[in-house]
């Protein structure tokens, strides 16, 4: 199983960025997907979960309103589109994949390597 994170960079305050994760080696649309992040010195934490049809979707309260968690089962891609991001977004992003609708590291089964992302202010 392989999660390929990808599109992180650096942007300014008040920018967007679209993160794409690719995977292969599983039956996609059997799992749920959820981003985490971890920021330098921080634990790793949960982001956003989206079950496996799209339909249902879950955010932390901090990215609520600007970020937006989707996926192609077609293409085996799940997507994370931030908007207004915020100096405290920076941190590295993962990608993640589970058979529940999970917020916390154990709840899911493969990772993705990760892709940074800064936020300049």
């Known amino acids: 199983v392989q999660l390929q994170a990808f599109g992180g960079g650096l942007v300014q305050a008040g920018g967007s960025l679209r993160l794409s994760c690719a995977a292969s080696g599983l039956t996609f649309s059997d799992y749920m997907m959820g981003w985490f992040r971890q920021a330098p010195g921080k634990e790793r934490e949960f982001v956003a979960v989206?079950?496996?049809?799209?339909?249902?979707?879950f955010y932390v309260d901090s990215v609520k309103g600007r970020f937006a968690i989707s996926r192609d089962n077609a293409k085996n891609t799940v997507y994370l589109q931030m908007n207004s991001l915020r100096p405290e977004d920076t941190a590295v992003y993962y990608c993640?994949?589970?058979?529940?609708?999970?917020?916390?590291?154990?709840?899911?089964?493969?990772w993705g390597q990760g892709t940074q992302v800064t936020v300049s202010s």
């Open positions: 989206l079950s496996r049809s799209g339909l249902n979707t």
């Open positions: 993640a994949a589970s058979k529940t609708f999970g917020t916390i590291d154990h709840d899911y089964d493969y």
